[in-house]
Nanobody, 118 residues
C-alpha cells in the first residue's frame, strides 16, 4: 500500500489548509486512516495524533484540534481529507498520513510539511 499526501505548505497564523491522503494498492481494506504530526525540532520524537477515522466513520480527534480541524473520507477512493482552520505557529510540523488495514497492516506516508508563520 502506498500513501500519497498533498496539501501542505506555508500559511499565516489564523489561516487554513487542506491535506489529502490517497491510499493506492491492491488487496487491502481500510480499517482506519488519519493524520499524525511531528514538530520540525522533534523529528526523532513520537508522532502526535491529530485525527483518525474508522471504516464506520467514527472519528477520533486530538483535543487540541477539536472545533478547528475536520477529517473526512471518500471511501470509494480510499482518500482522507483534513481541513485545518485557524492554524497557529505551534502547529508547524510534518504531517504524516497513516493507514491501518483490516489485516492490521500499518502504513505511513512520507509526510507533508505545514509551516504556520506568525
Amino acid at each position: 500500500v502506498e500513501l500519497v499526501e498533498s496539501g501542505g505548505g506555508l500559511v499565516q497564523a489564523g489561516g487554513s489548509l487542506r491535506l489529502s491522503c490517497a491510499a493506492h494498492g491492491s488487496a487491502f481494506s481500510v480499517k482506519t486512516m488519519g493524520w499524525y504530526r511531528r514538530a520540525f525540532g522533534n523529528l526523532r520524537g513520537t508522532r502526535e495524533l491529530v485525527a483518525t477515522i474508522d471504516s464506520d466513520d467514527s472519528i477520533n480527534n486530538a483535543d487540541s484540534v477539536k472545533g478547528r480541524y475536520t477529517l473526512s473520507r471518500d471511501s470509494g477512493k480510499n482518500t482522507v481529507y483534513l481541513r485545518m482552520n485557524n492554524l497557529a505557529p505551534d502547529e508547524t510540523a510534518v504531517y504524516y498520513c497513516n493507514l491501518i488495514s483490516t489485516r492490521r497492516l500499518a502504513c505511513w506516508g512520507q509526510g507533508t510539511r505545514v509551516t504556520v508563520s506568525s
